[in-house]
């Protein structure tokens, strides 16, 4: 209850700030009755970037939504097993999901920034939200979160405009400027790049080797060259006949795509289908 | 297909064969139908101005500012509609006011906080809520809430004794014409006609601003929670402030529905009146514009020429308020690409059986009165524990110490998660009471309507006599009174309705949902719906004005049942159109694309791939417009007029709901003991047809999309 | 071949083509024009609106082979495979400049759009089926253009559905709605209802992205046995499918004013082993996208 959100607070820890791992015990998801993954285990390290790859419908958009617990915002969905962020259980039901998703940040598909609100107002929407109206801290915040996205040079004469006046790339900066502006844990990143042309992509590719010094990052991607340049780890997800997905391969980047070992991940990582 | 080539000047050569010549005869026959729309619109308009001319010049501008309206024509004396006008925008403004915001809160209640399985059975109380026809309304407000909102122990006069200082509660009034006119108490006035008029326009506004939510891209909600906002600071910052315009644009249909609202307004209101502010108090009887057509109906003849002008200026007056408020209304909520509500795959409804679905809109429809009634204590001991929580603190402070920590989240409204978190709760708490509000009333309707109305129905020869109490065909006088006249009448009148109105319908709508996307069709888009918001009464009025001006199907008898027919059918084409065009593009483009890319010309793949697949859907919208027609009173009111016996529908036509509307007024037993009777059979009728048949058709609708 | 192509199209086309079969029957004067160019696009522009998807396009498409479109999404593949069969016809506010040519003959001036449609089928990237039976989608194209004939109508959908590969698994239950099909067995059915009015060109707009790996491969093998008779474009967003699947290659990518460009078009080889354009071997080998 006591979650101090200010971000000054947290600001103390400067240089190297560590992420927290995620640990998923044995999380099966459900639309409605339909079971969408099955029985995934997996861990993500701190302060490492993990990419989760498969052809579409494998489920691994659903397991990174149960991540912040967003899957249960979608009317019928319900997930079993265990999360952990540290030590707490986030899928229990007494754990609060606004605060959990205060703790792990989300980058989403397509760009969405608020259109009601000025760049900077996108920027500071979640100190906001938690009722923080300190015009100084706020500034600082504004700054130092679109700094570290890349994006302060492009904006800093703009920063009254509504967000959505930015092109496509520069509004997916924006996005991550506001996660990190609250001070996540984790971010999680969800195709972050498709709806993007290449040279906002490789941007926003630096920009996560960057971040994961603070962050732990989990990607969904369905670009594999995007997933053996940027991460250190991969897990490989595919849906079986019911459109189940499971965790099919997990290991080190290098390893999935240079010797995997189950011969459907060397399928798909050699694009026999997907 | 000639509507959407691409825009570059080629002419189709020589080498074009017949199926593209059938291609364009079909376009032009849909195209047709879609300019009927206009072309009732455009005469609609002219009949009413030119009728009106003759007013319009005699009164001048008399007719806004004064507020006489004299009992005729003859004299010299102008006719002045200022209280009316009056009436009209109080009543609304006080129903946009109390159904707005319940309105709001359960729309937000059922898109966002309610869990799936309750979605389904809650929008369907809403739906019933919208399918009660207003003559029903009207009288259950005479028999019900008049009786506990009048009289010496009622709540008007409470009111009156505890807020009688203010203007609004006051129980004398001075008027120009005699000063100190006392107010009756008696239950009909402008705050109950207001209280009745909420409630009706909440299914209105409800339907539309949950369309309006459901456009809300899901990915705004979910950045906002994924940020770390609580469900109630998503739905504000994110849900709300992007649809903001839509949601009021529901609000301004939601008030154009309440301005042209005629039956339920004329049981209630009082009639006759004289109301003008600054005096005006709410606890006096009044008139609307749309509610003077019914309470005078008898007046309006056009034996008195300068009287019926000012009839027809009254409701040019009309048509063109809600006429500006319609486009407002439009241009806001810009219904012409957003997907429809229906198109929603409601899971809710999927898992639940037919069974069960009815089993939770009874369940909730019972229990309603006492969980709102608990929640509102609930509601009113939280903010009282809040302000004491608040003043002690203060006193805390003031000696120096602190509260627990537990309270100071409580109570400190800034920073604090447990704040947040609180009004979260109180949001959700305060949307269920306001979805409960809207239920109330239909469970008071439903208890009435049975338990009064359902042992009249067994009386016998109540099904096989007529008013006058000769069974309907032939046989010997019994004495007994019964409706089986109004039956028929009822269903002949919107069978023959049908038949005009069903076929123009879907074709307009096979138009705008296939052809349409050109400025044609967004133009018959915009008249179908300025036809469907035109005040119902005005629809009578308009036919009429025909019928008497051209002596159109019964020279020398004025009210028949043609006229009514025409009306009807008039009114039943936008509903048809916009329902069938809504269905159609339910039917996934790519189905027209597969027909179409396997050389099929565009008119067979709308007959054969498209309508096919849509068909349960337009036979559900279909049914909808003979119920929605089928519980009408206003448009029939002034052409077929009502009867006791059925003489065929070249004299005046009986219907149910014109049995309704003329005994259901009296206050003798007899009289509201066959209204009752009437009320249960008009419901049963309009029930069934509206819902039914869609559970009927449901599964297979789902099914074929 | 211009004649050819319209005399026999003018009697119903099955009297003369239903010997089409999964061997590979390939009628003499069918081999002829393997190879020639069957649809040629000529500084092809075109327009939404005001928005330029498509500039400036130059391609011949050769007959009797599987030419693939690639490149990242949003340059305008879909929009340029649509323009064939004048699908594109169907959004409204659109504008076309410059020539594509059937055979000779400009698909917007000298074909009639019915006609054209009959000519060149397409299949979509859902799997599309009517809520209708099987026999019924497949028969469909077919009863359209006059065939009321049982059996006439039972010949051609066993046989185009021979040809999809779906004939041994939908014999028994010809009569059940398609709906009931998995994913795969559908976008086969659609296949095999393109394929009942023997068009000479099909056109694929990523047929195998909402499958599973054993259908894709299934339908990847189907089209390899397609190509003996029909041209086939495809659209994918999966390069080894292209790589795997197609004889040529055309890749598209945005120019800054976000309007498609064709930077290189050859021989799928080429294109993934010694590609002439920098963008093109960027994306191949998986840079962006």
Not at chain 3, 100 to 109: K, T
């Amino acid at each position: 209850m006591a979650q101090s959100s200010v971000y000054g607070e947290n600001a103390g820890r400067t240089a190297v700030q560590a992420g927290k791992g995620i640990k998923v015990e044995n999380l099966n998801a459900y639309y409605g009755k339909h079971l969408a993954i099955k029985n995934v285990s997996i861990e993500f390290e701190p302060n490492l970037i993990t990419a989760l790859i498969g052809p579409s419908g494998c489920g691994k958009s659903t397991l990174l939504r149960n991540l912040n617990r967003l899957h249960e915002v979608i009317p019928g969905a319900r997930a079993e097993g265990k999360i952990f962020l540290g030590e707490e259980n986030i899928l229990d039901k007494k754990v609060d999901s606004a605060l959990i998703r205060r703790k792990i940040g989300m980058v989403f598909q397509r760009p969405n920034p608020f259109p009601a609100l000025s760049i900077k107002e996108n920027v500071v929407s979640g100190l906001r939200l938690e009722g923080e109206s300190n015009p100084h801290k706020l500034e600082r915040v504004i700054e130092e979160s679109l700094k570290r996205s890349y994006l302060w040079d492009e904006v800093k004469d703009k920063l009254d405009e509504p967000g959505v006046s930015l092109s496509g790339g520069q509004q997916q900066r924006l996005c991550i400027a506001r996660t990190i502006a609250v001070q996540p844990e984790v971010i999680l990143m969800d195709e972050p790049c498709s709806a993007l042309d290449p040279i906002s992509t490789l941007k926003i590719e630096d920009l996560m080797l960057e971040l994961k010094k603070r962050f732990t990052i989990i990607i969904v991607t369905h670009n594999m060259q995007q997933a053996a340049r940027v991460s250190d780890k991969t897990g490989f997800m595919l849906a079986g006949a019911e459109r189940t997905g499971e965790l099919i391969e997990y290991a080190e980047t290098k390893k999935v795509f240079t010797s995997p070992k189950e011969q459907r991940t060397e399928d798909y990582i050699s694009g026999r289908f997907g | 297909m000639a509507t959407n080539s691409p825009v570059r000047g080629r002419v189709k050569s020589g080498t074009a064969n017949n199926t593209n010549l059938a291609d364009r005869l079909f376009a032009i026959l849909t195209a047709i139908t879609a300019a009927v729309i206009i072309g009732i619109i455009v005469v609609f308009a002219v009949v009413l101005l030119v009728g009106s001319w003759n007013s319009i010049t005699r009164n001048g501008i008399a007719f806004l500012t004064s507020i006489e309206w004299p009992d005729n024509g003859f004299d010299k004396a102008p006719f002045g509609a200022l209280n009316y006008i009056f009436g009209t925008l109080i009543t609304s403004g006080f129903a946009l006011l109390i159904g707005g915001v319940a309105s709001l809160g359960a729309a937000i209640f059922l898109s966002e906080y309610a869990p799936v399985w309750l979605r389904a059975p809650l929008s369907f109380l809403v739906e019933l809520l919208a399918a009660v026809p207003s003559v029903v309304y009207g009288f259950w407000g005479v028999q019900f809430v008049s009786g506990f909102m009048g009289g010496p122990d009622g709540v008007e006069k409470s009111l009156n004794n505890v807020f009688g200082w203010l203007p609004l509660f006051a129980d004398k009034v001075s008027t120009t014409r005699n000063t100190n006119l006392n107010v009756a108490f008696n239950g009909r006035d402008i705050l109950v006609a207001g209280l009745i008029l909420s409630i009706m326009i909440i299914p209105t506004i409800t339907s539309i601003s949950r369309d309006v939510i459901h456009t809300v891209p899901d990915s705004q909600r979910e950045g906002m929670l994924a940020m770390g906002a609580t469900r109630w600071q998503s739905i504000r910052l994110a849900v709300l402030s992007y649809g903001k315009r839509g949601i009021i644009g529901a609000l301004i249909l939601g008030l154009g529905r309440a301005l042209g609202e005629t039956i339920a307004v004329a049981f209630l209101i009082g009639g006759a009146s004289t109301v003008i502010p600054p005096q005006g108090t709410l606890l006096n009887r009044g008139e609307t514009i749309a509610s003077k057509f019914a309470n005078n109906y008898n007046e309006i003849s056009p034996a008195d020429t300068n009287g019926f002008s000012a009839f027809l200026e009254l409701g040019l007056a009309l048509f063109i308020i809600t006429l500006i408020i319609n486009i407002i209304a439009q241009i806001l909520v810009s219904r012409g690409n957003k997907p429809s509500s229906t198109a929603k795959k409601n899971p809710g409804t999927q898992i639940l059986g037919r069974l069960q679905s009815l089993f939770f809109p009874i369940l909730i429809l019972l229990l309603s009165p006492f969980i709102s009634l608990l929640m509102a204590l609930v509601i009113i001991a939280i903010w009282g524990l809040l302000r004491g929580l608040k003043a002690y603190q203060v006193r805390v402070e003031e000696r120096g110490g602190s509260l627990p920590v537990a309270l100071t989240y409580i109570a400190d409204p800034n920073k604090s998660y447990g704040y947040r978190k609180f009004i979260n709760r109180f949001m959700q708490g305060l949307f269920i009471f306001s979805l409960l509000v809207a239920i109330i009333p239909l469970a008071s309707i439903f208890i009435l309507v049975i338990t009064r109305g359902l042992p009249v129905v067994f009386k016998p020869d109540f099904l096989i006599n007529d008013t006058s109490g000769r069974p309907l065909f032939g046989g010997v006088p019994t004495g007994n009174i019964g409706i089986a006249q109004a039956i028929l009448g009822s269903g002949l009148l919107v069978s023959l309705a049908s038949v005009i109105g069903i076929p123009l319908g879907i074709l307009a709508g096979v138009y705008l949902s296939e052809y349409g996307k050109n400025t044609f069709g967004r133009l018959v888009r915009f008249m179908a719906d300025v036809l469907q918001g035109v005040p119902s009464i005005i629809m009578g009025l308009f036919i009429l004005t025909v019928v008497i001006n051209t002596s159109l199907f019964v020279p020398g008898q004025r009210y028949n049942g043609w006229a009514g027919v025409l009306a009807l059918a008039i009114m039943m084409v936008p509903i048809i159109t916009r329902t069938s065009e809504e269905i159609l593009r339910l039917v996934p483009d790519n189905m027209r694309e597969a027909a179409l890319a396997l050389g099929v010309p565009k008119w067979r793949v709308i007959l054969t791939v498209v309508m096919p697949a849509a068909l349960s859907g337009i036979v559900t919208g279909v049914i909808l417009g003979v119920a929605r027609i089928a519980g009408e009173t206003a448009p029939i009111l002034l052409t077929a007029r009502g009867n006791d016996s059925f003489n065929g529908l070249n004299d005046q036509t009986p219907a149910l709901t014109l049995i309704m509307y003329t005994y259901g007024r009296r206050p003798d037993p007899a009289s509201v003991e066959l209204s009752w009777g009437a009320a249960f059979v008009l419901l049963v009728i309009v029930l069934l047809l509206s819902f039914g048949v869609r559970f009927l058709t449901r599964s297979r609708l789902k099914a074929s999309l | 071949m211009k004649e050819l192509s319209e005399s026999f199209s003018r009697v119903t086309p099955f009297q003369i083509r239903t010997a089409v079969s999964p061997a590979g029957a390939v009628k003499a004067f069918d081999a002829a024009d393997a190879g020639v160019p069957k649809l040629e696009i000529q500084n092809l522009n075109f327009y939404y609106g005001k928005f330029q998807a498509l500039r400036n396009i130059t391609v011949k498409i050769p007959s009797r082979r599987i030419t693939s479109i690639i490149g990242p999404s949003g340059t305008g593949k879909s929009t340029f495979l649509r323009l064939f069969n004048r699908m594109s016809d169907l959004v409204p506010d659109t504008r076309v400049e410059g020539q594509v040519r059937l055979d000779g003959q400009d698909i917007f001036d000298s074909i009639e759009v019915v006609r054209l449609r009959s000519r060149v089928g397409m299949v979509f990237q859902k799997p599309n089926p009517f809520p209708k039976s099987i026999y019924d989608n497949i028969a469909y194209g077919p009863r359209m253009h006059g065939i009321k004939s049982k059996k006439q109508l039972d010949e051609i959908v066993e046989t185009s559905a021979r040809c999809a590969y779906i004939w041994d698994e939908i014999k028994d239950k010809l009569h059940i709605s398609a709906m009931a099909l998995s994913g795969g067995q559908q976008q086969r059915l659609c296949i095999a209802r393109a394929i009942a009015v023997q068009p000479e060109v099909i056109l694929m707009d990523e047929p195998c992205s909402a499958l599973d790996p054993i259908s894709t491969i299934k339908i990847e093998e189907l089209m390899l046995q397609l190509r003996n008779n029909y041209t086939i474009v495809i659209v994918t967003h999966n390069m080894q499918q292209a790589a795997r699947a197609s004889d040529y290659t055309s890749v598209f990518m945005m120019a800054p004013d976000r309007a498609g460009e064709l930077v290189e078009f050859g021989p799928t080889k080429q294109i993934f082993t010694n590609p002439k354009d920098e963008r093109t071997e960027q994306y191949v080998t998986g840079r962006f996208g």
